[in-house]
């Protein structure tokens, strides 16, 4: 099988190639990439996702890249929007003319301030369009729409993913760069205050790693009933930010305190995945708990901070 893998040194890319089998080639700008850990038959391309071209014939053109921290895309909110428009028009003319499969990671940021929890594939999400986040989540809403359109208009084989906070080794911690887990995690191993944007009520459901990558996999078969399919790859368990931060100072046995910081802007209230729809498609749930994926992240940057 070959594979282009948009985005493939990332996070969530790195996990992904690392479990695949045949001739993969990354493309990837290396823009939010701190831990480059790639297997040595990868090709990689470093070149913006909306800029490559290529003569080239795939079995699969997968599109991952984006900038998916909150702190970091509000300061590259261009480079955001285009990555996930332009950038996503280019893979899908890759594909078409490859007749390959299309799989797209969209976001649990589409539903926007979701008012339904956990939340299915057919809420239409509520989004502010033009506020500060809407370079991301209005963004992965037009490459779902454009997506859908090739599925529509010229039958190509389209897979669309809405994952939901994914967690593990290689997940930045630094600068803008850090999700929440990662920038905890750094932050009680260092014994320094764990910055809790607002009062640290709002939720978040987080899935670890491997289970994001065995989702993935099955997702990718190739299955005619998974063309055009739309399927959310998360957990349903949601966790208040001061728990987790709580959790992450006793699994780390850190000295650390909590410090409150203003809240983020249209940071959303709640969030958690119906994965109804995955499970009974894919045969798939998700197996690590949060406080076992917890410790094996921990451990992992042990050694690296
Ligand atoms: N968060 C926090 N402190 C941080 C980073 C994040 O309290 O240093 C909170 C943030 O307000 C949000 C949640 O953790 O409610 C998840 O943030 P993250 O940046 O991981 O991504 P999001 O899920 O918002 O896309």
Known sequence: MRYLVFGGAGFLGSHLVESLEGEITVVDDLSTVKYIELPPN??????????????EKFDYVIHLAARPSPDDYVQHPVETALANSIGTYNALEIARRSDAIFFFTSSSEIYGHADVIPTPEDYWG????????????????FSESLIMAYYREYGLDVRIQRPFNVYGPRLREDGSYGRVVSRFIAQALRNEDLTVYGDGNQTRAFLYVSDWVEATKRMLEPRKDLKGVVLNVGSDKETRIIDLANLIIR????????????PRPDDPPRRAADVTRAKQLLNWEPRVNLEEGLKRTIEWFKVRL
């Open 251 to 262: 699994l780390t046995g850190s000295r650390s305190k909590i410090r409150f910081l203003p």
């Open 42 to 55: 990868v090709k990689l391309i470093k070149e913006r996702v909306e800029s490559f071209k290529t003569d």
């Open 126 to 141: 509520k989004v502010n369009p033009t506020g500060v986040r809407s370079c991301y989540d209005e963004s992965k809403r």
